[in-house]
């Protein structure tokens, strides 16, 4: 076992590392740049290094300064979180040089899952049901629409190393087609320095649910059930639950035979995430492998009794996985509580928390990093918190949610609590008929 983790993250993601690595009794380094001095992860861990200013590509994107950081307090492993360097296969690919072992993918796995393009390819080889499309990178407008008409309207364009929506298009014909191409090949060429697009069929009325993996050094990967995740605002999630209202015990056995062998196909080693679109007749197709652990990962773990971090820890200390799959024994859910005010178009609202009240009782976990005085930093994402609730039905979850919401008091800023609560409310939410689609249509003026 390791003697000593460098989390390469802040905020609350970090603190549940070090959590988990304190019950292990592993010793663990925290990294901060200047305006995260008097964040929690800094204050709970062993020690803590600087790494440089506010902006990510000088601190937590600048993979010299945490070697650095590394090699001063003689951490033998590093463990990336979610975000930032989690998925750079620079960066596990110079942890490998160091001699330092990287709680993540190998760089050939992030590489192999991380070009959009590529892992569709790969998947298909693996025998893994994949959305009809292009094969591989499309060369002009010509060949998308040749495609376009064979496969039938409407398609996607997408970025092949997109992310967050960035670099994507829906097109519903051979007129649209033009604009959609140079309008994703633009964003996606500013936001990547990759402008490469391909095209899927664009399903209707899908749902977004994801299998968690797990796999070890032999090749050997289980599965832990799903999350569905199809309530987003512009591809970024706001809601997680686990079992998903759409699931029979016929679709988990087939997705998460899938997914499993979407791991073993790439000899996948750790903690990842297998997403899946699942239209209205229950067909599901691959669309991404995330090589990281999940903002969501906690409503797993809630429902199966399984520490998602130490898994990951033991897997890349050498331990075998027992094979064995995970299924739900309870409902969870996970409102992620934003920085945010979503009267106005979500805008990020950072500042001054001036008085602080989790909520807590039977069934109710909040994973936060933030604390009354504490000011939240505008250079990083709005998330500030994590409600996660558990109970024996999806009806009782909900009950629950709503009173844990209505307890959770945070002053000195806006947040997207006031959403989530009328979203508790919201009537097609609670009968599980949802789509990704559903905050097209969701009222946001009267919160």
């Not at 019950?23 to 440089?52: N, P, Q, W």
């Not at 971090?309 to 033991?314: A, D, G, M, S, V």
């Not at 009782?396 to 307890?407: G, S």
């Amino acid at each position: 076992m390791f003697k000593k983790i460098l989390i390469a993250n802040r905020g609350e993601i970090a603190l549940r590392i070090i959590r988990t690595c304190k019950e292990m009794g592993v010793e663990t380094v925290a990294v901060y740049s200047t305006v995260d001095k008097d964040s929690l992860h800094v204050r709970f861990a062993d020690e803590a290094v600087c790494i440089g200013p506010p902006p990510s590509n000088l601190s937590y994107l600048n993979i010299p300064h945490i070697m650095s950081a590394a090699e001063i307090t003689n951490a033998d492993a590093i463990h990336p979180g979610y975000g930032f360097l989690a998925e750079n296969a620079e960066f596990s690919r110079v942890c490998h040089e160091h001699g330092i072992k990287f709680i993540g993918a190998s760089p050939k796995m992030i590489n192999l899952m991380g070009d959009k393009a590529t892992a569709k390819d790969t998947m298909k080889k693996a025998g893994v049901p994949t959305i009809p499309g292009s094969d591989g990178l499309l060369d002009s407008i010509e060949e998308g629409i040749k495609i376009a008409k064979k496969i039938k309207y409407p398609v996607i364009l997408k970025a092949t190393a997109g992310g967050g929506g960035k670099g994507m298009r829906i097109v519903k014909s051979d007129k649209e087609f033009k604009k959609a191409w140079d309008d994703a090949k633009m964003e996606a060429g500013a936001a990547f320095g990759n402008d490469g697009l391909y095209l899927e069929k664009f399903i209707e009325e899908p749902r977004h649910v994801e299998i968690q993996v797990v796999g070890d050094k032999k090749g050997k990967a289980c599965h832990l059930s799903e999350r569905d995740c199809s309530i987003q605002r512009r591809h970024q999630k706001l809601v997680e639950e686990t079992p998903s209202p759409i699931m029979t015990k016929k679709l988990r056995d087939e997705m998460g035979a899938a997914a499993i062998k979407a791991a073993e196909a790439i000899k996948y080693e750790g903690a990842g995430t297998v997403e899946f679109l699942v239209d209205k007749n229950k067909d599901f197709y691959f669309m991404e492998m995330n090589t990281r652990i999940q903002v969501e990962h906690p409503i797993t773990e809630q429902v199966t009794a399984f520490d998602l971090i130490k898994e990951q820890i033991k897997v890349a200390a050498g331990i075998e996985i027992s094979g064995k799959n995970y299924f739900p024994l309870l409902y969870s859910m996970e409102c992620r509580i934003n920085a945010e005010d979503p009267v106005n178009g979500f805008r990020p609202s950072p500042g001054k928390i001036t008085n602080l009240h989790l909520p807590g009782g039977q069934g109710v976990r909040v994973d936060s990093h933030v604390y009354a005085g504490y000011s939240i930093p505008p250079n990083y994402d709005s998330m500030i918190a994590k409600l996660i609730v558990s109970a024996q039905s999806r009806e009782e979850v909900i009950v629950r949610m709503k009173r844990a919401l209505e307890e959770f008091v945070i002053e000195g800023i806006k947040t997207t609590i006031p959403f989530h609560l009328k979203l508790m409310d919201d009537n097609e939410f609670n009968s599980g008929k949802f789509t990704t689609a559903f905050m097209d249509s969701f009222d946001l003026n009267d919160l």
